[in-house]
């Protein structure tokens, strides 16, 4: 029977909800692929539901792992698991509207992610944000990372005090923030003006590009200013989580001053 229900997960996946069953994590997957922080199939099965499963979950990069029955029964606290079990991340996701109406700054702050894939880099810029006391963390749905146990650990416990938005389309969200006054600002190694020409001070919005590919070209239409980072040294760029946190910082001293 497909039903959902909560265990205690194995040690090394310290997560506390679960759904089991074939026809639970497909409909998951379909209504609420956000929530899905990692799936355990069994080994060697041939069910065509599991190989869905395995293929949405790829297209949607959520992790997957094989597993005995012995550790399906563990995960789901049933032997009526089919063989395959889902473990729910525990962060609660926000819309960009509820983050618009309660503001944690008289100037709010947002930080946003087009597409990152590195789970590492979205932790340790969801760490940095928080540390600023940046309004939100803004995601798009279905790309880039998950919000799964590597980026919990590389947040350091930030993930638990900062809202994440989940949102349809980049495009939409950047046009209703420049509606309500927001300045969008982003990244660009190529830019010619520098991150310290920017008034942080005003209701800004900080966009980063993905690991190689960047910025997508209707995102940087709708951007007021691509600004870069001096760079003294050697090297011609900085790790899109260490570009990230100097710039926050600089708004925060702005902020500060």
Known sequence: MDKTGNAGAPAQEPREQVVYGRNAVVELL??????????????????????????????????????????????????????????????????????????????????????????????????????????????????????????????????????????????RSLDLLRERGFTIVAADMDAEQNHTDVDWSRPMALVMGAEGSGLGSETRKRCDSVVRIPMAGCVESLNVSVATGVMLYEAMRQRLS
């Open 30 to 171: 379909q209504t609420k692929p956000e929530t899905v922080e990692k799936i355990y199939l069994q080994f060697n099965t041939s069910h065509p539901k599991l190989k869905e499963i395995v293929i949405t979950a790829r297209r949607l990069k959520i992790p997957c792992g094989k597993a005995r029955m012995e550790k399906l029964t563990l995960i789901a606290g049933t032997a009526k698991n089919q063989g395959v079990c889902a473990l729910l991340t525990s962060v609660t996701f926000y819309s960009l509207e509820e983050v618009l109406a309660s503001p944690r700054n008289s100037s709010p702050l947002l930080v946003i992610l087009d597409g990152l894939e590195d789970p590492h880099n979205v932790g340790a810029i969801i760490r940095t944000a928080e540390a600023v006391a940046a309004d939100a963390v803004v995601m798009i749905d279905g790309k880039g990372s998950p919000i799964n146990a590597t980026v919990h650990k590389s947040s350091a416990g930030a993930l638990s005090h900062m809202r994440v938005c989940k949102v349809k389309s980049l495009v």
